[in-house]
């Protein structure tokens, strides 16, 4: 699914809203599962991983969730996209207008925004995730946007937890496709096979 207005999804740009994100597709996986399809697992890149991370933490019926390069500490790397004092210029204007190199407008951030990003608690939402969710975090060692520590974190935290670093990746995974899909692929089958868990959809 793209989240709105990834790609060709309507609505507008949100900063953070990884609430919203995850009750999106609560609504996606209900969809799915009224039609009588049996949701398995959830996949998520970058903020996607923040995504699917928080909807296991409140939903509890998807049995296989992969973060791959989602961010731990979502209080870093907003300077890098909103510039310095940030804080100091959205209390002020309420909003930050984020701008490309020509100078030209891409998106702008409401003050909400970077406060739902804020407030949102990945430790929490790391440790309510049931021991019965697998969860695999895949993360590159050379990750130019979210350091490989991140992950280190999410593995501290979720106790039904896999850890694959994939030495030379960076956050894209340029010239590592085939590496990433494979352990994706990998993990998938080896729990569906076993077919244990005890998180199934409700048809």
């Given at each position: 699914m793209d989240s709105e207005p990834q790609r060709g999804s309507d609505g507008e740009f949100q900063y953070g809203s990884y609430r919203k994100e995850a009750a999106d597709l609560r609504s996606v996986v209900l969809h799915f599962s009224e039609q009588k399809y049996d949701i398995v697992a959830?996949?998520?890149h970058s903020k996607g991983g923040n995504a699917v991370l928080l909807y296991a933490s409140k939903y509890h019926d998807v049995p296989i969730i992969v973060n791959i390069s989602g961010r731990f500490a979502l209080e870093r790397g907003i300077e890098g996209r909103l510039g310095k004092n940030f804080m100091m210029r959205i209390n002020k204007d309420g909003y930050i207008d984020v701008k490309n190199r020509k100078g030209e407008l891409e998106y702008r951030v409401a003050r909400a925004s970077l406060e739902d990003r804020l407030s949102t608690d990945t430790l929490f939402s790391s440790r309510a995730i049931s021991?019965?969710?697998r969860v695999l975090t895949i993360h590159g060692a050379k990750d130019e946007i979210v350091?490989?520590?991140?992950?280190?974190?999410?593995?501290?935290?979720?106790?039904n937890h896999e850890l694959r670093i994939i030495a030379e990746a960076n956050h894209r995974y340029t010239g590592h496709e085939e590496e990433l899909v494979s352990l994706v692929l990998g993990f998938l089958r080896s729990h569906l096979h076993q077919g244990t868990s005890r998180l199934r959809p409700k048809l």
């Open positions: 959830l996949i998520g021991k019965d969710c350091p490989a520590e991140d992950a280190l974190q999410f593995a501290a935290n979720i106790r």
